[in-house]
C-alpha cells in the first residue's frame, strides 16, 4: 500500500496563477483533510471531507477550494496564487467514525509564491 | 469547543536525558487522544495512541498516560537519542458534537545533542 500520497512535492508559482494539488489514498479512508504549516503556527486545517461528494471549511479556508469526486482523492485548488499562500501543504486521512480517527498523512507539498 | 496545548519549545536535550513534553486539553466529550511525530522534511506520523481513561500508549520508547482528572497526556522518555530530534504534536478527536475532526496542538520541537 502506498498510503497517502501528494502531487506534486514541489512548486513554484507567480503571483495570480492557479494551481492544483492532488492527495490520493488506498485506505479506503472516509475522512480526508488538507493542512497548511507554517513557521511557528503549528498545523492548521484548510479544508476536509467526511466522505465522497462532501466538503467543508477548516480554520483558513479563504483563497482554497476543494473537490471530493472520488473517494480516494481529495485535490486542493488555488484560484488566484498570493504570496501569503507559501506554505507546506500537508493532506492527511482516517477511518473517520468507524475507527479512533487517528490520520495518515501524506509527505508535503512546498509551495512557493512569488 | 476543544483544544490542546502543548508547552511551547524548542526543548533541547543531551543524548540519554530523560524527556517530558506536556500536554493538556479541553473537550466536550470523551476523546481519544495522541502524539504525532515529525521528523525534518517529512509528514506527521502517528506516535502513540490512548482512548479511554488510565490507558498508556507507547511506541519506540516513548510513553503517554490518558489522565482523564487531570485532562492531560504528557509524553515521556527515559533517554532519548539524537534520532528522536523531531516536532511532536499532541493531538485529540472527540466523537461528540457531531464534529469528528481532530485538534492539534502548535507542536514542540525536540532538539537532542550528542
Known amino acids: 500500500n502506498a498510503g497517502v500520497t501528494q502531487t506534486p512535492k514541489f512548486r513554484v508559482l507567480k503571483t495570480g496563477q492557479s494551481m492544483t494539488l492532488l492527495c490520493a489514498q488506498d485506505m479506503n479512508h472516509e475522512y480526508m483533510y488538507w493542512y497548511r504549516q507554517d513557521p511557528g503556527m503549528g498545523l492548521r486545517l484548510i479544508h476536509y471531507s467526511v466522505g465522497e461528494g462532501t466538503t467543508a471549511k477548516g480554520e483558513v479556508p479563504d483563497g482554497y477550494n476543494v473537490s471530493r469526486l472520488k473517494k480516494q482523492n481529495f485535490l486542493l485548488g488555488l484560484e488566484s496564487a498570493a504570496p501569503s499562500q507559501t506554505s507546506v501543504y500537508f493532506c492527511a486521512s482516517s477511518y473517520g467514525l468507524a475507527g479512533t480517527n487517528e490520520q495518515f498523512f501524506g509527505p508535503g507539498t512546498r509551495l512557493t509564491v512569488l | 469547543g476543544n483544544s490542546v496545548t502543548q508547552m511551547e519549545g524548542p526543548v533541547t536535550l543531551s543524548e540519554e536525558a530523560f524527556l517530558t513534553i506536556n500536554c493538556t486539553y479541553t473537550?466536550?466529550?470523551?476523546?481519544?487522544l495522541f502524539w504525532y511525530v515529525q521528523y525534518p522534511g517529512e509528514g506527521l506520523q502517528l506516535l502513540l495512541k490512548a482512548t479511554k481513561a488510565d490507558d498508556k500508549g507507547s511506541n519506540k520508547g516513548f510513553e503517554a498516560t490518558y489522565r482523564k482528572e487531570t485532562t492531560s497526556f504528557h509524553l515521556e522518555k527515559g533517554s532519548v537519542q539524537v534520532s528522536d530530534s523531531a516536532v511532536y504534536f499532541c493531538a485529540l478527536s472527540d466523537r461528540t458534537g457531531g464534529s469528528y475532526i481532530p485538534t492539534f496542538g502548535r507542536g514542540t520541537s525536540l532538539i537532542v545533542h550528542p
Open positions: 473537550a466536550t466529550g470523551y476523546p481519544s
